[in-house]
T-cell receptor, first 111, second 114 residues
């Protein structure tokens, strides 16, 4: 069974700090990885996607992928209170459309 | 442009009743997905449509659940003989074609079965 594991948190960081969110996946055939942000009572919103080993940066966000270790991470630099949300890690297989999500990590950025 | 829309936003029903949940994808998106999210969990895949056909319905939990997309746009998720365990937020997503395309989620329908 394909699984995506995340620490449920909550993860608390002070405003301006770096938040580090981690995710592991069980299916070695997974090819595509996504980080979604979900505010309470709202739907998931894609913030980053990553497909190859290494780092991918977009503004204050950096996604990191290590397929050998089956590990994905998301770094949020200069964290803001508006970043407080649940972050969902998702994976899909080669040519697959079906996303497997983790349970999400709740992030709180303290002003 | 308009995003994915879902109706109703909330649905309360009694155990044993039949419900229909509607999803209107982003215009031009051929791929449509249904997910179910229970409290404290990530979304769980239910079914995927490419055009009018259900390309993968492996996530449907049992034969009480059925979904259609007759004209390749709007989709309806149908649940027969609802049970309390069906209570969850039902999320619809669409993407341009499929595979690695970004899935854009709608606001969801919160289903409560009493």
């Amino acid at each position: 069974q394909k699984e995506v594991e995340q620490n449920s948190g909550p993860l608390s960081v002070p405003e301006g700090a770096i938040a580090s969110l981690n995710c592991t996946y069980s299916d070695r055939g997974s090819q595509s990885f996504f980080w979604y942000r979900q505010y309470s009572g709202k739907s998931p919103e894609l913030i980053m996607s990553i497909y190859s080993n290494g780092d991918k940066e977009d503004g204050r966000f950096t996604a990191q992928l290590n397929k050998a270790s089956q590990y994905v991470s998301l770094l949020i630099r200069d964290s803001q209170p508006s970043d407080s949300a649940t972050y969902l890690c998702a994976a899909s297989g080669a040519g697959s459309y079906q996303l497997t999500f983790g349970k999400g990590t709740k992030l709180s950025v303290i002003p | 442009g308009a995003g994915v829309s879902q109706t109703p936003s909330n649905k309360v029903t009694e155990k044993g009743k039949y419900v229909e949940l509607r999803c209107d994808p982003i215009s031009g998106h051929t791929a449509l997905y249904w997910y179910r999210q229970s409290l404290g969990q990530g979304p769980e895949f239910l079914i995927y449509f490419q055009g009018t056909g259900a390309a993968d319905d492996s996530g449907l939990p049992n034969d009480r659940f059925f979904a259609v997309r007759p004209e390749g746009s709007v989709s309806t998720l149908k649940i027969q003989r609802t049970e309390r365990g069906d209570s969850a937020v039902y999320l619809c997503a669409s993407s341009l074609s499929g595979a690695t395309d970004t899935q854009y989620f709608g606001p969801g329908t919160r289903l409560t079965v009493l």
